[in-house]
């Protein structure tokens, strides 16, 4: 269950998260493909990157790539996250004292 449960608020951040991936992404590529000097820069940063593709795009461009991020996310941060959940129940995170072990942890993260 922690699995699920992990891997549902890792997917529900993502709807949050991802109009800032989209816009980082554009942010590198812009003018990536002309030679330096040669493009015109069309974003002058994250906050206006935002502004303009609302207005070009639409604002549904800010959540392009939505499915395939939200299942990444599912699946990477919901085993990550809800096996350590596990171990941690299962005590497999302390040492012999009850005390929460630093190599412990390491190794089961």
Same mark, same amino acid.
């Given at each position: 269950?922690?699995?699920?449960?992990?891997?549902?608020?890792?997917?529900?951040?993502?709807?949050?998260?991802?109009?800032?991936?989209?816009?980082?992404?554009?942010?590198?590529?812009?003018?990536?493909?002309?030679?330096?000097?040669?493009?015109?820069?069309?974003?002058?940063?994250?906050?206006?990157?935002?502004?303009?593709?609302?207005?070009? *795009? +639409?604002? $549904? =461009? &800010?959540?392009?790539?939505? /499915?395939?991020?939200?299942?990444?996310?599912?699946?990477?941060?919901?085993?990550?996250?809800?096996?350590?959940?596990?171990?941690?129940?299962?005590?497999?995170?302390?040492?012999? *004292? +009850?005390? $929460? =072990? &630093?190599?412990?942890?390491? /190794?089961?993260?």
């Amino acid at each position: 269950m922690e699995v699920v449960a992990a891997g549902l608020s890792a997917a529900t951040t993502c709807i949050f998260t991802n109009p800032l991936e989209v816009v980082k992404n554009r942010l590198q590529l812009q003018g990536e493909l002309l030679a330096r000097g040669e493009y015109v820069k069309t974003y002058r940063g994250p906050v206006h990157g935002l502004v303009v593709m609302a207005r070009t *795009d +639409g604002l $549904v =461009s &800010l959540q392009a790539g939505l /499915g395939p991020a939200m299942v990444y996310q599912f699946v990477m941060n919901g085993l990550r996250l809800g096996t350590f959940a596990t171990m941690e129940t299962h005590g497999w995170v302390r040492d012999s *004292d +009850g005390g $929460v =072990s &630093l190599p412990r942890t390491v /190794g089961c993260s």
